[in-house]
RNA sequence: GGAACGGUGGCAGAGCGGACGAAUGCAGCCGCCUUGAAAGCGGCCGUGUCUUCGGGCACCGGGGGUUCGAAUCCCCCCCGUUCCGCCA
């Protein structure tokens, strides 16, 4: 959520910063009047509401005192007025409903070095490494749905028929080869990052607090009967971990990470991307994740990044790092790096990490403040998060860049402690 | 799923129709005392919102109701703990 008080004194500026996003700034103005028309109607309510409270201690006085007669008149008028209390407060309710309805759909602010830009063709490429198209031999020209059956370790076949299409079923070493990537994900950030298992089914709040909902709710799978949804990434419970609570400045920031499921309807992007690894509806993914002071955000951003680009470069994968311009950060970032592999079989530049900062729009909905060390009152916080790793496409390009002449895959140095020292990916037992 | 008991400030815990935003204790902050510290003593010590900066209003799990007046009474819901049932 954007700050109501700050588009209140300073319209100019938030309609400058949203028009970045080449939006329509229409519900700007209809939040203004909202405001506007709510403060004013609950002003109202609250002088009766003093009437009504000065009358009550009157009238008690005078039942002590035995002057009844004049208590009953008071009585009275406390009643009228109770009625018009009753009336200015369903008004001020409605009004602070429109108004929040409107606020939850107005994106974030993006940051003044965000670059200006009107879609994903305008983002700027930061850094390649790695990166020789003409490096690439045959043998790696081979997509990885091709090799992953050639191989036997993964099986698209049997996964749309346990639950449709893109739907993934691994198999022997490419299964073990997830929770391989998993676990060294996790073990390089334990350094600084408490791991947490949350729950992968969430309440509609904590998916209001992200900004996954109301907007974007085509996107997520819903579980009716229980009104429960399944996350799209573990950056949903882990930002609501402090939920309506109030941080010590002291302890920021605070960092914590989660493996976890991650469930996309993928809606918009039907007929897109539909084959292999490419784009599918549940994968593993490890989250990094941080709250923070607004003087600390910035570094812990760069951290974040240079955690989740250290990965890829340790898997030996040919990578990109992009800032997102304007017209292609998310609804509640600020500002994004995405991290991009290349994929020699596919001959794609994947996504397979968005590292974001949010300023304080996530916090706000979520209200999580924290009290300044020193200073008095609180302040909202602001979160930041990444993909440490996120498996199908990391294992694809993998898959993809390991592959040998003789159609075997080299496993990445770094991953063979997790795989228990086994060098080849294979089909058949795991070991 | 059934039953019982609970949900009050950072924590613990009173209050059960009238001056209660709420006793008390702990924690925290400031001061006194002290060479320093502890103890002791005195004071401060929730959040939000509006404001004509005097103050007003809201919040005792959530929502509704009764009343001139609700933390306190009534109804519905949610959550927690324990026991029973079922179960990986």
Same mark, same amino acid.
């Given at each position: 959520m954007i700050d109501l008080r700050r588009l209140r004194t300073e319209p100019d500026a938030v309609r400058a910063a949203l028009a970045r996003r080449g939006i329509d700034l229409g519900a700007l103005d209809r939040i203004v009047e909202l405001d506007r028309r709510q403060r004013a109607v609950a002003t109202e309510r609250d002088e009766v509401r003093n009437r009504i409270k000065a009358i009550s201690a009157d009238v008690g006085r005078l039942h002590k005192e035995g002057r009844k007669d004049e208590a009953g008149a008071l009585q009275a008028e406390s009643r009228a007025l109770g009625e018009q209390e009753h009336a200015l407060d369903a008004d001020a309710d409605a009004l602070a409903a429109d108004l929040r309805a409107e606020l939850l759909v107005v994106p974030n602010l993006p940051a003044d070095d965000c670059p200006d830009g009107a879609s994903e063709h305008d983002n700027v490429v930061v850094a390649v490494h790695g $990166?020789?198209?003409? /490096? $690439? /031999?045959d043998h790696q020209r081979v997509p990885h749905w091709d090799i992953g059956a050639e191989l036997g370790i993964l099986d698209l076949e049997r996964g749309a028929k346990l639950s449709g299409s893109m739907f993934v079923l691994y198999r022997g070493a490419g299964a073990a080869l997830v929770r391989a990537l998993v676990q060294l994900a996790l073990d390089r950030n334990a350094d600084a990052f408490e791991e947490v298992r949350p729950p992968t089914l969430v309440s509609t709040q904590t998916m209001i607090s992200t900004g996954h909902l109301p907007k974007f709710v085509d996107e997520a799978y819903h579980l009716e009967r229980d009104d429960l949804w399944a996350i799209p990434t573990a950056e949903v419970p882990l930002t609501s971990l402090a939920r309506d609570e109030i941080l010590d400045a002291t302890h920021l920031p605070q960092r914590f990470m989660a493996h976890t499921s991650c469930f996309r309807r993928e809606a918009g992007s039907a @007929? #897109?991307?539909? #084959? @292999? &690894? &490419? #784009?599918?509806h549940e994968f593993d993914k490890v989250e990094i994740l941080a709250y923070a002071t607004p003087e600390q955000a910035a570094e812990v951003h760069a951290d974040l990044l240079r955690r989740a680009v250290g990965v890829i470069a340790d898997l030996g994968l040919a990578h990109r790092i992009l800032d997102l311009c304007t017209g292609d950060i998310g609804n509640s970032s600020a500002r994004t790096f995405d991290i991009e592999v290349y994929a020699p079989g596919a001959d794609r530049w994947l996504e397979v990490s968005s590292v974001s900062w949010f300023s304080d729009y996530q916090a706000r909905r979520a209200n999580i403040r924290y009290r300044p060390a020193g200073g008095k009152g609180t302040e909202v916080v602001h979160t930041l998060n990444g993909s440490a790793l996120a498996v199908p496409r990391v294992w694809a390009a993998i898959v993809e860049t390991y592959r040998r002449p003789d159609g075997k895959v080299t496993v990445p140095e770094v991953l063979r402690p997790y795989l228990g020292g086994r060098e080849l990916l294979t089909a058949g037992p795991s070991r």
């Amino acid at each position: 959520m954007i700050d109501l008080r700050r588009l209140r004194t300073e319209p100019d500026a938030v309609r400058a910063a949203l028009a970045r996003r080449g939006i329509d700034l229409g519900a700007l103005d209809r939040i203004v009047e909202l405001d506007r028309r709510q403060r004013a109607v609950a002003t109202e309510r609250d002088e009766v509401r003093n009437r009504i409270k000065a009358i009550s201690a009157d009238v008690g006085r005078l039942h002590k005192e035995g002057r009844k007669d004049e208590a009953g008149a008071l009585q009275a008028e406390s009643r009228a007025l109770g009625e018009q209390e009753h009336a200015l407060d369903a008004d001020a309710d409605a009004l602070a409903a429109d108004l929040r309805a409107e606020l939850l759909v107005v994106p974030n602010l993006p940051a003044d070095d965000c670059p200006d830009g009107a879609s994903e063709h305008d983002n700027v490429v930061v850094a390649v490494h790695g $990166y020789d198209p003409d /490096a $690439y /031999a045959d043998h790696q020209r081979v997509p990885h749905w091709d090799i992953g059956a050639e191989l036997g370790i993964l099986d698209l076949e049997r996964g749309a028929k346990l639950s449709g299409s893109m739907f993934v079923l691994y198999r022997g070493a490419g299964a073990a080869l997830v929770r391989a990537l998993v676990q060294l994900a996790l073990d390089r950030n334990a350094d600084a990052f408490e791991e947490v298992r949350p729950p992968t089914l969430v309440s509609t709040q904590t998916m209001i607090s992200t900004g996954h909902l109301p907007k974007f709710v085509d996107e997520a799978y819903h579980l009716e009967r229980d009104d429960l949804w399944a996350i799209p990434t573990a950056e949903v419970p882990l930002t609501s971990l402090a939920r309506d609570e109030i941080l010590d400045a002291t302890h920021l920031p605070q960092r914590f990470m989660a493996h976890t499921s991650c469930f996309r309807r993928e809606a918009g992007s039907a @007929g #897109r991307d539909t #084959r @292999g &690894l &490419l #784009r599918v509806h549940e994968f593993d993914k490890v989250e990094i994740l941080a709250y923070a002071t607004p003087e600390q955000a910035a570094e812990v951003h760069a951290d974040l990044l240079r955690r989740a680009v250290g990965v890829i470069a340790d898997l030996g994968l040919a990578h990109r790092i992009l800032d997102l311009c304007t017209g292609d950060i998310g609804n509640s970032s600020a500002r994004t790096f995405d991290i991009e592999v290349y994929a020699p079989g596919a001959d794609r530049w994947l996504e397979v990490s968005s590292v974001s900062w949010f300023s304080d729009y996530q916090a706000r909905r979520a209200n999580i403040r924290y009290r300044p060390a020193g200073g008095k009152g609180t302040e909202v916080v602001h979160t930041l998060n990444g993909s440490a790793l996120a498996v199908p496409r990391v294992w694809a390009a993998i898959v993809e860049t390991y592959r040998r002449p003789d159609g075997k895959v080299t496993v990445p140095e770094v991953l063979r402690p997790y795989l228990g020292g086994r060098e080849l990916l294979t089909a058949g037992p795991s070991r």
